[in-house]
């Protein structure tokens, strides 16, 4: 069973659409993230939530907007897609917030046209 | 300039050889990972440090608090071994205890059979 799955892995879309990434963890971990890596292969932090709670939102634009209906779950929702905003984009969990060993998730390639 | 500089950038060897690479940072640290990310792009957390060194297997993370300098070795180095190697720094970002990972660029290891 994977640990931490994303859906979906590849996302084509147009400029203007919204657009949600699915985010589960079934190792019973606390904390979630959110990472986008860019064209460079640059990663950044863009969100972390413990238990259902914000508790990093690192300048990320209000276009982004994760919900955590559990806490195994955090999604990604995306408002007014802009072409700089394709990138891949990782979710991963941790046991504790204090970022011990991270499990990530495959990735999704979003593409914005 | 970036808080986290890798080196090299890119590092091509040979089948057996033994892997250096090298990590600094500008900022104060709770801890230092060290990711791999695949070619396939899947990303796996290796090592996370606050002192010392650890050991699993072929690789070593070494980390040095007072010069603010980490390494990853590979012993034997393998042709599976081919990634992209990240480090990661971890740091306090408010007084409740929140912290945040700042990433390096990034070394892609290539090992020649």
């Known amino acids: 069973d994977t640990a931490v799955s994303q859906t979906p892995k590849y996302l084509v879309t147009q400029m203007g659409n919204d657009k949600s990434i699915k985010c589960e963890q079934n190792?019973?971990?606390?904390?979630m993230y959110w990472y986008k890596q860019d064209s460079k292969k640059f990663l950044k932090i863009m969100f972390s939530?413990?238990?259902?709670?914000?508790?990093i939102n690192e300048t990320v634009p209000n276009r982004f907007s994760p919900k955590s209906p559990d806490k195994a779950h955090l999604n990604l929702h995306i408002n007014s897609l802009e072409l700089g905003d394709s990138a891949v984009y990782f979710c991963?969990?941790?046991?504790?917030?204090?970022?011990?060993?991270?499990?990530f998730g495959p990735g999704t390639r979003l593409l914005v046209l | 300039k970036n808080e986290v500089e890798q080196s090299p950038q890119n590092l091509t060897a040979q089948e057996g050889e033994f892997i250096t690479i090298n990590c600094s940072y500008s900022?104060?640290?709770?801890?230092l990972h060290w990711l791999q990310q695949h070619p396939g792009g899947g990303i796996v957390s290796l090592f996370m440090?606050?002192?010392g060194k650890k050991k699993h297997g072929r690789l070593i993370a070494t980390i040095n608090i007072q010069e603010k300098h980490s390494s990853l070795h590979i012993t034997a180095s393998h042709p599976r071994d081919s990634a992209v190697y990240i480090c990661?720094?971890?740091?306090?970002?408010?007084?409740?205890?929140?912290?945040?990972?700042?990433f390096g660029t990034g070394t892609r290891l290539t090992i020649i059979p």
């Open positions: 939530y413990n238990n259902k709670e914000l508790i």
């Open positions: 190792l019973g971990h606390d904390t």
């Open positions: 900022v104060g640290i709770s801890a």
């Open positions: 990661a720094v971890q740091r306090l970002i408010s007084n409740f205890g929140n912290e945040k990972l700042t």
């Open positions: 440090l606050s002192s």
């Open positions: 991963a969990s941790s046991a504790l917030s204090s970022w011990e060993t991270q499990y």
